[in-house]
Every structure is written in C-alpha cells, then in structure tokens.
C-alpha cells in the first residue's frame, strides 16, 4: 500500500459546483498535513495546511480524520481559475524526517 | 525578483554526462530542498538541507548529491546521468525545517532535465 494515495482523476466539474478531495495515508505516525496546488508545467504553492480542528480558507475548507487516516479538500463554488493538480502532503518525523507527496488530483472546471 | 531560483530551465544531455543544477533563494531562509517529478507527475523530495547540515535524504543513487556552499545555495549535481533520471527537478526553500512548524514552502521554478 502506498504512503499517501489520492485519485489523480480528473474531475470534471461545471462552475459554481461543489467539488471534495480525499487523500488516504498509511502510517499512523503522520504528524502533519497539507494541500499543495499545482498548475500545468508550473511548481507547486502551498494552499492550506491541515489542522485537526479542521480549516477554512475562502471557499476552501480542509479536514483531518486520524481515525480513518484520510484528508479531504472541499472547494465550494469552483472557478475556472480552480483548475490544477492538487497534492496531498504527509509529514512524519523520525530519523530521517519523512515528507511524502501524492500523486496528485487533478480537478478542471468547466465553463 | 525572484524568491528562488534555478538554473538551467532547461537542460539537455547524453546518458553519461555529469551536470549541475543550481539553485538560490534570496529569502534569508535556512533550509532548502530538492525534488524530483517524475514523467507521472509524482513529487518526491529528495534532501533536505538546513544551514548546511542534511536533515532529509530519501533514497536516492549515489550519483545525487547535494552541495551547500552557503545557506542561501544548495546545488544538485549528477554523475553518469541514465535516461531514468529524466524528469522535473524543483528547488525549494522554507524558514525553518518544514514542515515543523507548517512553515510555506517556496519552490523554484524548476528544471527540466532530458537525459538522451
């Protein structure tokens, strides 16, 4: 089983819709999470971290379920400018401190 | 200007060849990282340096290494390059050993290496 796993879609949305991500990760260990965004041949840009609490930025809500061991990503009334490849992000510290991406999922929006 | 910096943008080579990819922030940042992204877009760091000390090495071939010469600079060079090695590779950079404290990750531009 992999680390950190994520549908790489894509998901094909129409603007204005409601859109959620998971992100499963294995190692109960994992300390800290976030969503990382990343457009077409461009690097990656933080989006938001991951609080136990759960977050919200905007239209962009993030959540943390250490009993099933998942993430998830809500972005509610999707843009056309919401269109990229989302990233998962697994942190765990030990040794060698670990830092595990996910594939990635990929989200376009449609006009 | 530009938080952090790589170059070449591009870089093509023969299998074989040894390179450098050079890589500066101008951030005042003590750690820095490489990455690599593979032909499936899968990310996967690399090292980590902070203040020229290796916090992060994941596996990689010997042939990588990292070289520090000030907490400002953390160079990626590759000995006898193999057509696996082709991929994206992005430099980054965060205050403090992230993500410890959360801290935002600023990633390079990237580059963009062909090995034929």
């Known amino acids: 089983r992999k680390e950190v796993e994520q549908d790489p879609g894509p998901f094909n949305v129409p603007e204005g819709a409601t859109v959620a991500f998971n992100c499963t990760y294995s190692n109960s260990a994992s300390q800290s999470f976030f969503w990382y965004r990343q457009d077409c041949r461009k690097e990656p840009k933080l989006l938001m971290s991951v609080y136990s609490s759960g977050n919200e930025d905007g239209r962009f809500t993030a959540q943390l379920n250490r009993a099933s061991q998942y993430i998830s990503l809500l972005i509610r009334d999707s843009k056309l400018s919401d269109s990229a490849t989302y990233l998962c992000?697994?942190?765990?510290?030990?040794?060698?401190?670990?830092?595990?991406f996910g594939i990635g999922t990929k989200l376009q929006v449609i006009p | 200007d530009t938080a952090v910096s790589q170059t070449p943008k591009y870089l093509v080579t023969q299998m074989g060849n040894d390179k450098s990819i050079k890589c500066e922030q101008n951030l005042g940042h003590d750690t820095m990282y490489w990455y690599k992204q593979d032909s499936k877009k899968f990310l996967k760091i690399m090292f980590s340096y902070n203040n020229k000390e290796l916090i992060i090495n994941e596996t990689v071939p010997n042939r990588f290494s990292p070289k520090s010469p000030d907490k400002a600079h953390l160079n990626l060079h590759i000995n006898s390059l193999e057509l696996g090695d082709s991929a994206v590779y992005f430099c980054a950079s965060s205050q403090e050993s992230w993500p410890t404290n959360q801290e935002t990750q600023y990633f390079g531009p990237g580059t963009r290496l062909l090995v034929l």
């Open positions: 992000v697994v942190f765990r510290s030990g040794g060698y401190q670990k830092v595990t």
